[in-house]
């Protein structure tokens, strides 16, 4: 009689301990999934950023505004004008704009953007380093990149020009 309450005893430890593991793995499972989709959510928040086109029409332009519209003109590398030509420039560069029917906009960016970019790689060849100094003097670039490709356009107008990233080396 002894020996089967023993042994009831040992098979309810048994059992105790099965459950308390299975618990465990079970919040161990839901921990690391919330755990892993807070990660998620964190870092692809973080890196979300336009890819070719970013409507914002709720946005109002004006001279210092935002532009309703981006286009991503990808990665500019140049050498710069400097003496010796050791020296580049390095920028990825976004164009605001307006336009009536944003899609024919966009369709117009698409055809022309080999022309674009070689006007703007024109603009960015004849600079020197010492160009880049100041926020003028980007400033004064932007103004210069605007006039230079403003004549290609019909359908709508480039009304800023965004530097995402700017190297100078």
């Not at 048994?14 to 919330?34: D, K, M, Q, T, W």
């Not at 210092?64 to 003496?83: A, G, H, I, K, Q």
Request: glycine letters at 8%.
């Amino acid at each position: 009689m002894a020996e089967k309450k023993e042994k009831v005893k040992e098979k309810g430890k048994g059992n105790a301990l099965r459950i308390i593991i299975i618990v465990l793995l079970v919040i161990l499972i839901f921990g690391g999934s919330f755990g892993g989709y807070l990660l998620y959510t964190k870092i692809s928040g973080s890196n979300s950023i336009a890819e070719n086109k970013t409507p914002n029409p709720t946005v109002q332009n004006s001279a210092n505004d935002l532009s309703p519209y981006t286009y991503n003109m990808d990665e500019f590398l140049v050498n710069l004008s400097d003496e010796g030509g050791k020296r580049f420039f390095k920028a990825k560069l976004y164009l605001g704009y307006e336009a009536k029917k944003q899609k024919d906009m966009e369709k117009e960016l698409e055809e022309k953007k080999p022309i674009i970019r070689d006007a703007i790689n024109g603009v960015l060849r004849s600079k020197k380093a010492s160009d880049f100094a100041s926020q003028k003097n980007v400033e004064d670039l932007k103004k210069e990149i605007l006039t230079r490709i403003s004549a290609y356009f019909e359908k709508g107008k480039v009304t800023n020009i965004y530097f995402y990233e700017i190297l100078i080396q």
